[in-house]
C-alpha cells in the first residue's frame, strides 16, 4: 500500500469511527425516550393488568419479565425499576446492531402496550 492510499484508509475508517458515535448517541437519545414512554404506560395500568415482555432481554439466560404498575417484575426477585431494567438490556446488548434490535422489540411492546391499557 502506499502512503497516499493508506491515508486515505485512515481518513475513511476515521469517518466511520465519527458516524458510529453519531449513532451510539442517538440509541442512548432513544433509550432515554423509551424509558420515559414505559414509565408513563406503567404508571397507566391498573393493579389487575400486566403485560409479559418476551424477547427483549439479551443476557445469556432470558427471564421472563412482566411490566406491571409497580415496574418490572421477574418471578422470585424484587421489582425492577424500569429505568435499570432498560439500560441492563441495553447493555447487555454488545453491539450496534442488537441495540437497535432491542430497542425495536422494546418499541413493538410498547404499543401493544398501549393498546392492551386503551381497550
Excluded: C, W
Excluded at 66 to 94: C, K
Aim: hydrophobic residues 40%; without cysteine; aromatic residues 6%.
Amino acid at each position: 500500500m502506499s502512503s497516499n492510499s493508506i491515508d486515505e484508509s485512515m481518513l475513511r475508517i476515521k469517518n466511520l469511527i465519527d458516524r458510529m458515535g453519531v449513532i451510539e448517541l442517538e440509541i442512548t437519545n432513544e433509550t432515554e425516550v423509551l424509558k420515559r414512554e414505559y414509565i408513563n404506560a406503567s404508571s397507566s395500568m391498573g393493579e389487575a393488568h400486566n403485560y409479559f415482555l418476551s424477547g427483549v432481554d439479551a443476557a445469556p439466560s432470558q427471564k421472563s419479565y412482566l411490566l406491571t404498575s409497580r415496574g418490572i417484575e421477574v418471578l422470585g426477585e424484587d421489582v425492577i425499576p424500569i429505568s435499570a431494567f432498560i439500560d441492563n438490556v441495553i447493555r447487555f446488548a454488545n453491539s450496534p446492531k442488537k441495540k437497535i434490535e432491542v430497542l425495536y422489540n422494546l418499541i413493538t411492546h410498547l404499543k401493544k402496550i398501549y393498546q392492551m391499557i386503551s381497550s
